[in-house]
């Protein structure tokens, strides 16, 4: 499936196969990431970004890893990697590249929704952090365990083997560009008000 930035710059493909699941998360991190970027069309009614879980090699960056560009949220954060050119967001990964794991947002995939219902589930499937959702949603519990349970059953696989993201991280494990962390009053600039 093809992967673009809104503007074209930043082109890529991903691997529906190397999905672990669809999630929408409704966490505050995910909001203020968005509003940091300023783009519509990020978040649904509720405030949820919906976004596929995967191992990082199903993602591959064919064009413009020029203008790949991290931030985070803080000094712990996830690092949270974008087109620099249009701020189209382009996945989530912990700090750690041992931790296998990349979220990929859904607005990043140039495929239609049919498309991507069709691989990786239905939007809204799996819900993560519902209380957090600036309107009512409705869980499935079965769903969040069964996307827990596949998520960490891949991570525990991936440690087993000694897999990294060697994608967004240097040999040295750093990350392949240097993130902005956001200060404390810019994070809170961007908090749900």
């Not at 529906?16 to 009614?45: M, N, V």
């Not at 993560?128 to 869980?139: F, G, L, R």
Request: proline share 6%; aromatic share 6%; glycine share 10%.
């Amino acid at each position: 499936m093809k992967l673009s930035c809104r503007c074209g710059q930043v082109q890529g493909e991903f691997n529906p196969a190397r999905s672990y699941t669809r999630a929408t998360c409704y966490c505050a991190d995910c909001r203020a990431f968005a509003r940091w970027l300023g783009g519509d069309g990020l978040l649904d009614a509720a405030g949820g970004s919906d976004i596929v879980a995967m191992a990082p090699d199903g993602l591959r960056f064919t064009q413009g890893l020029d203008q790949l560009a991290c931030m985070s949220l803080g000094p712990r954060g996830l690092l949270r990697w974008y087109a620099r050119c249009c701020r189209t967001p382009l996945g989530n990964v912990p700090r750690n590249p041992k931790l296998y794991y990349l979220g990929l947002p859904v607005a990043a995939i140039a495929e239609s929704e049919a498309a991507v219902t069709a691989c990786c589930g239905a939007q809204g499937h799996t819900i993560i952090s519902p209380e957090s959702a600036t309107a009512a949603v409705n869980p499935t519990r079965g769903a969040l365990l069964a996307g827990t349970l596949r998520i960490v059953s891949r991570l525990a696989s991936a440690r087993l083997r000694g897999r990294r993201n060697a994608l967004l991280f240097a040999a040295d494990g750093q990350p392949i560009r240097a993130p902005q962390v956001l200060s404390l009053g810019q994070r809170r600039a961007l908090a749900d008000g």
